[in-house]
């Protein structure tokens, strides 16, 4: 059988998107594959907001995500294979699901960082994480 993580991404987004809210995903960025911008990636993850105003573009398939996005204000393509896709999940209260671990060595790459961008936040400024909570 095919993956059900496609169908149940789909689900969420339309589901937290339907509700008013804003949806998340979390990305392991050292899967091969994964473009995203390195600037933002954080102990091998990144966090990406993929409502509708806030992407463009949004393709959302059985192979992964696809859309274009701004970064401080530069639109760049973002590219996220399916098995990257660690959960999805609503930003105002964290409700959403976290997808099993279904790694494989082949999957995972070296983190090939992109063409320098916009220097990074400030690290002195504390940055609250996200929330998730397991939905049964």
């Known amino acids: 059988m095919t993956s059900p993580k496609p169908y149940l991404l789909r689900a969420f987004y339309d589901w937290i998107v339907d509700n008013g809210m804003t949806p998340y995903v979390l990305v392991d960025a050292r899967r091969r594959g994964v473009d995203v911008p390195a600037e933002y990636v954080q102990d091998g993850r990144i966090i990406l907001n993929i409502a509708p105003d806030a992407v463009h573009a949004l393709c959302m398939d059985p192979q992964g995500l696809r859309f274009s996005a701004r970064f401080r204000g530069i639109a760049q393509d973002i590219r996220v294979p399916m ?23 082949a999957e995972v790459a070296p983190a090939a960082p992109r063409a320098p961008g916009p220097q990074k936040p400030d690290p002195k400024k504390p940055r609250k994480g996200p929330s998730l909570r397991v939905v049964k």
């Open 83 to 105: 098995s990257a896709i660690k959960a999805v999940y609503a930003r105002e209260n964290g409700r959403g699901m976290v997808f099993p671990e279904e790694e494989t060595a």
